[in-house]
């Protein structure tokens, strides 16, 4: 970290992951006090804190650090009362004995290739503007509100995502009472559940995604048993109200459920079964368009009531007309605005206030699908909607649920500072979402076990969301490995290389040796799931290995009636390791801490403190500490020196900090069997280590 060129600037330091320089770790309550130091030499100036606080028109500000001992610099400094994003970095000049030092000031960033939350130095400041490139980075500290709470039950919990029509029929699945039901023209129903996807649709039509195979939600709930058996506790289902395709993302009526998936009786006898084992559940809701073959839009005539579309072609008026925007050409083409240009979802204009009433009225969406007993909403594209409009959303969820309800976002990215429309997203900061999608953690993770990226890099990317998040939504987040917008983990772990074409997708299965290599990284996934912070979900299928490469063939059935051996165990494997997560409340809300990130292999644990408390200071039963080490290499074994001992529990402030100062600095390859100081991790496997309840692995 030194400055090149002839001034002879010595090394300085500052790490956001550590309390020496910044205390405490992570997110901070609005009006909550941090104190940041830096180090720096002695022939530097006292350094200037360089700060700039907002969401969408940011303030700047300095000021001038105390010295505190030796080449410390520190500041206390009060975060803001409103909820926002707090970013910083540290003005620098050296001392000198012309009058000219001033232009010779330089800066302290944050560095996007230190993996210990260590910064950089450069000639120019941070840049933290939503509509900039920003970069250089800067210091990024999430200032939430001081409201935030997420429910107990959501934290940690295991969640299953299926696709309905895709998982299980029911045992009443009659293929000519389908067809005699669902008599449109432009769907297919497959005989045969075990048929592949289509991915041709009709001639008249080409593909539209309208192929369906008659998954059910009493065909779910049929299957209740076997989500017991994988210890679920959260269902997230992908759409199920009526619509024309087989995603459901193009609704055609909020109100009531898909007659193909059962209608409302068979949504009333999921809700019955999912309810009698406790598991929770909740909707998708895809509030940004609707169909254009709906009751709103109604552009091809299908409903009686009249339709927004053709109140414009057709004279009139549709309560539904102000939701959408139309304009017409000279010529009198009609052009409507919709999502990402496809004209068969309409974007809605969610600040239209019969939107907003018709979705979260006293008798809207919401309401009624909460009173029905879903237990929240998961939001489609959650950065295309105004966060006013979400914000109504979490209130109304929250109201009707005794708070107990949960919102959660589908944001690819950080959701801490995704920006869009201008500004940087209320999206973690207590007021919209109780959750977000994990992609990141997807990348770090299948990064880490496939090879593409060392440990090292993946801790970074961990330790970054959960220095950026509140530890509330943190414990929240969906962490996946596959989902319906995705390829199957098993895919792409397997090292099998996506040809890009459809029909050559569709023609591929992976061979024996990719299965195998992909099998055992998978158990690495799950695995790392298990025990890491946050909800680990499964895609419908993946505790089988199911295989695809993107839409449509994520989305193949599961196959009920073809279970291999090598499916049935790795079905085992997999209810082996969300027994132990059930097991130990430790896992759930426990603290927790990287070991080692070090090439192949990353060790962590999860620890209660020495009163038997989590890290929100509930006490729980069970082990204080669980240890978790994988070995994502092929071919090579290793034995880690580390303490064993249950003196280092991580139920302190410093390690559960986010310091990077590893317990263990090197590795050797040995065939050496555990010891009290030592863990075997064999090639491409993991061992878990339970205090006071045996080894596991």
Not at 316 to 333: H, L, N, P, T, V
Not at 426 to 433: A, N, S, Y
Request: with cysteine; net charge negative; aromatic share 14%.
């Amino acid at each position: 970290m030194i400055l090149s060129g002839d001034k002879g600037v010595s090394p300085i330091i500052h790490i956001s992951r550590n309390l020496q320089y910044r205390n405490p770790f992570g997110a901070a309550e609005c009006g909550s006090y941090v104190y940041l130091s830096v180090d720096v030499s002695a022939d530097l100036a006292p350094p200037t804190l360089c700060y700039s606080y907002g969401l969408s028109v940011l303030s700047y500000h300095e000021k001038t650090m105390k010295k505190e001992k030796e080449n410390r610099y520190s500041i206390k400094i009060r975060m803001p009362s409103e909820p926002c994003l707090f970013f910083y970095w540290f003005r620098l000049i050296p001392i000198a004995s012309n009058t000219d030092a001033g232009d010779e000031a330089f800066f302290y960033v944050r560095s996007s290739k230190d993996f210990t939350g260590a910064g950089r130095i450069s000639p120019i400041p941070a840049r933290v503007g939503a509509d900039e490139h920003r970069t250089p980075h800067a210091f990024q500290i999430t200032v939430y509100s001081k409201n935030l709470s997420t429910p107990d039950w959501m934290k940690g919990a295991l969640i299953y995502q299926i696709f309905p029509d895709r998982f299980s029929r029911d045992s009443s699945f009659s293929y000519e009472e389908t067809i005699r039901k669902n008599n449109r023209p432009e769907r297919i129903i497959h005989q045969n559940w075990d048929e592949d996807v289509d991915i041709d649709g009709k001639p008249e039509t080409g593909y539209i995604a309208c192929d369906f195979f008659g998954g059910s939600l009493s065909g779910i709930a049929e299957k209740a048993d076997y989500l017991e058996r994988l210890n679920v506790e959260l269902i997230y289902l992908n759409p199920i109200f009526s619509a024309k395709s087989n995603h459901r993302y193009d609704t055609g009526n909020y109100m009531e459920a898909d007659s193909l998936l059962g209608g409302e009786e068979g949504f009333s006898r999921f809700d019955e079964e999912m309810r009698a084992r406790k598991i929770r559940y909740i909707l998708d809701g895809v509030f940004s368009h609707t169909g254009a073959d709906s009751i709103y839009f109604n552009k091809y005539g299908r409903y009686p009531e009249k339709g927004a579309y053709q109140a414009l072609t057709e004279g009139g008026e549709s309560r539904y007309f102000s939701w959408y925007s139309f304009s017409k050409s000279k010529s009198g083409q009609i052009h409507y605005d919709s999502w990402w240009g496809f004209p068969e979802l309409p974007n809605v204009n969610e600040n239209d206030l019969t939107y907003r009433d018709y979705i979260l009225g006293e008798d809207g969406v919401i309401a009624h699908w909460l009173r029905k007993g879903a237990s929240g909403f998961r939001l489609d594209v959650s950065d295309e909607l105004p966060d006013s409009f979400i914000r109504e959303i979490h209130t109304c969820v929250r109201e009707h649920t005794g708070d107990e309800g949960v919102v959660m976002g589908e944001v690819w990215e950080d959701a801490s500072n995704k920006v869009s429309y201008g500004a940087y997203r209320d999206f973690v900061l207590g007021r919209t979402h109780d959750s977000v999608m994990g992609y990141p953690f997807r990348e770090a993770v299948l990064g880490y076990v496939s090879g593409k990226i060392s440990a090292e890099e993946t801790d970074h990317l961990l330790e970054t969301c959960r220095e950026n998040y509140p530890a509330s939504i943190y414990y929240c987040v969906m962490n996946l490995l596959s989902s319906h917008d995705v390829p199957r983990a098993i895919t792409a772990l397997s090292g099998a290389r996506d040809p890009g074409d459809r029909r050559k997708q569709r023609d591929i299965r992976l061979d024996d040796n990719q299965r195998e290599i992909g099998m055992k990284l998978m158990r690495l996934g799950f695995v790392f799931q298990i025990g890491y912070i946050g909800c680990p979900s499964v895609y419908y299928g993946d505790e089988i290995g199911m295989e695809g490469y993107r839409d449509p063939f994520n989305r193949r059935t599961y196959p009920w009636d073809k279970m291999s051996e090598e499916k049935h165990s790795m079905l085992e494997f997999f209810r082996e390791m969300s027994t132990l997560r059930k097991r130990y409340p430790v896992l759930r809300t426990g603290y927790y801490r990287t070991i080692l990130a070090n090439g192949d292999v990353f060790i962590f644990d999860r620890t209660l403190d020495e009163n038997g408390k989590d890290f929100f200071g509930i006490r729980q039963l069970g082990p204080r500490r669980i240890i978790f080490a994988l070995n994502r290499n092929r071919n090579q074994s290793h034995t880690v020196d580390i303490p064993i001992s249950d003196t280092d529990a991580a139920g302190d402030e410093k390690c559960d900090a986010g310091c990077k100062e590893p317990i263990v600095k090197y590795l050797e390859s040995s065939e050496k069997l555990f010891s009290d100081e030592k863990i075997f991790v064999p090639a491409m496997d993991f061992r878990v280590f339970v205090f006071d309840a045996g080894f596991i692995g």
